[in-house]
């Protein structure tokens, strides 16, 4: 079993900046893929950054230069910092955890969400 938990949402005016935080939790050999995915009502989740065991990243257009994605494997931990923010940013922001549970099977997990308003 492996539970995801996020944390960090907010609101905050346009130009200004949250660090989310998403901590993975349970029984897994290792996670070798964690992203950050976003979704407003009526639309489609969309990917927002990922980041593999190896260090890797990468980043939808839309947030490439503003949000950086890091991880703590110490604490099974990634983190989506998100700076100058704009109201297009308002989204319930979603982490996602690819691991090899103590099974040896491969799974994908969701956690709740946590919400991110941009308004003035």
């Known amino acids: 079993q492996v539970t995801l938990v996020e944390s960090g949402g907010g609101s905050v005016q346009p130009g200004g900046s949250l660090k989310l935080s998403c901590i993975v939790s349970?029984?897994?050999?290792?996670?070798?893929?964690m992203s950050w995915h976003r979704q407003v009502p009526g639309k489609e989740r969309e990917f927002v950054s990922g980041?593999?065991?190896?260090?890797?990243?990468n980043y939808a257009d839309s947030v490439k230069g503003r949000f950086t994605i890091s991880q703590d494997n110490a604490k099974n931990t990634v983190y989506l910092q998100m700076n100058t923010l704009e109201p297009e940013d308002t989204a319930m922001y979603f982490c996602?955890?690819?691991?090899?549970?103590?099974?040896?099977?491969?799974?994908?997990?969701w956690g709740q969400g946590t919400q991110v308003a941009v308004s003035s």
């Open positions: 980041i593999d065991n190896g260090g890797s990243t």
């Open positions: 349970g029984h897994f050999r290792y996670c070798y893929d």
């Open positions: 996602n955890a690819k691991c090899r549970d103590t099974g040896g099977f491969y799974l994908s997990k």
